[in-house]
C-alpha cells in the first residue's frame, strides 16, 4: 500500500509564501515520479507542477505558477517540495501531491488521471 502525506499548507497575505511538503512511502525498492495539482472551489483538478528524478530531477510547471513556485525533492526519501512565492488570491485551493512509479512522457504530466496516488490534500488560503 503507498501512502502519499502532504503538509504545509495554511493561510497567507497576497504576495506571501509558503512550502508544502511531500512524501510517498510504501514500496521501498521504488523511487517516485511525483507532481503537484490543485483544485480550487467549483474548479477542476489542474496541474501545477512535476518533478522527472530519472533526468536529474528537472522539473515543469502550468504557466500560471512558472517564476513563482519552484519543485524540490530528495530522490533518496521519495520526497518532494513546493515553494510557492508571490502568492495570489488566485492561488487559493486545495494542493494534492500525486505520484507514480513509472516515468511519463511529458505530453501526459498535467493529466491527473495519468497517476496512480494521490494524498488527501493541503488547503492553501491567500488572503488579506
Known amino acids: 500500500q503507498v501512502q502519499v502525506n502532504e503538509s504545509g499548507g495554511g493561510l497567507v497575505q497576497p504576495g506571501g509564501s509558503l512550502r508544502l511538503s511531500c512524501r510517498a512511502s510504501?514500496?521501498?525498492?521504488?523511487?517516485?515520479?511525483m507532481a503537484w495539482f490543485r483544485q480550487a472551489p467549483g474548479k477542476e483538478r489542474e496541474f501545477v507542477g512535476y518533478?522527472?528524478?530519472?533526468?536529474?530531477?528537472?522539473?515543469y510547471y502550468a504557466d500560471s505558477v512558472k517564476g513563482r513556485f519552484t519543485m524540490s525533492g530528495d530522490n533518496a526519501k521519495n520526497t518532494v517540495f513546493l515553494q510557492m512565492n508571490s502568492l495570489g488570491p488566485e492561488d487559493t485551493a486545495v494542493y494534492y501531491c500525486?505520484?507514480?512509479?513509472?516515468?511519463?512522457?511529458?505530453?501526459?504530466?498535467?493529466?491527473?488521471?495519468?497517476?496512480?496516488?494521490w494524498g488527501q490534500g493541503t488547503q492553501v488560503t491567500v488572503s488579506s
Open positions: 518533478r522527472d528524478w530519472w533526468s536529474g530531477g528537472r522539473t
Open positions: 510504501g514500496r521501498t525498492s521504488s523511487t517516485y515520479f
Open positions: 500525486a505520484a507514480r512509479i513509472n516515468r511519463l512522457v511529458l505530453s501526459a504530466i498535467r493529466n491527473p488521471e495519468n497517476y496512480d496516488f
